[in-house]
Structure formats: C-alpha cells, structure tokens
C-alpha cells in the first residue's frame, strides 16, 4: 500500500491515501470539501471523504 499523505487542508490532522486524494495545484486533500477551501462551510468528512472527523 501507498504511503497516506497528509491532507493540505489547514483545518485536517488526517492523512489520505494518494488513489483517494482530491488532487488540487498539486496538493491532496482527503475531500472535495477540503480542496475548495469550505466554500460553503461544509465539514471535511462530508461525501467522498476519506471519513475523518477532524475539522467538525
């Protein structure tokens, strides 16, 4: 298995597997939430996630 990355995600402690992470200017991010910068102050764990509760 791949080494987990660390999500970009300032507001995240988690880590996320390169194949799951949402890939933005280079960085990963364990969600879309998180790679769109909670535009819409939507959690990180929401759809998609890789189902960290971190950031709540």
């Known amino acids: ?8 995600c ?3 402690t ?10 933005r200017d280079g960085q990963s991010f364990c969600s879309e939430a998180c790679a ?7 959690p990180c764990h929401g759809s998609g996630s890789c189902g960290c509760t971190c950031a709540e």
Request: charged share 10%; glycine share 4%; hydrophobic share 30%.
């Open 36 to 42: 769109t910068g909670h535009s819409n102050h939507e």
């Open 14 to 23: 988690c880590e996320v597997q390169a194949s799951q992470a949402v890939v």
């Open 10 to 12: 300032p507001r995240c």
């Open 1 to 8: 298995m791949a080494p987990a990355t660390p999500c970009a």
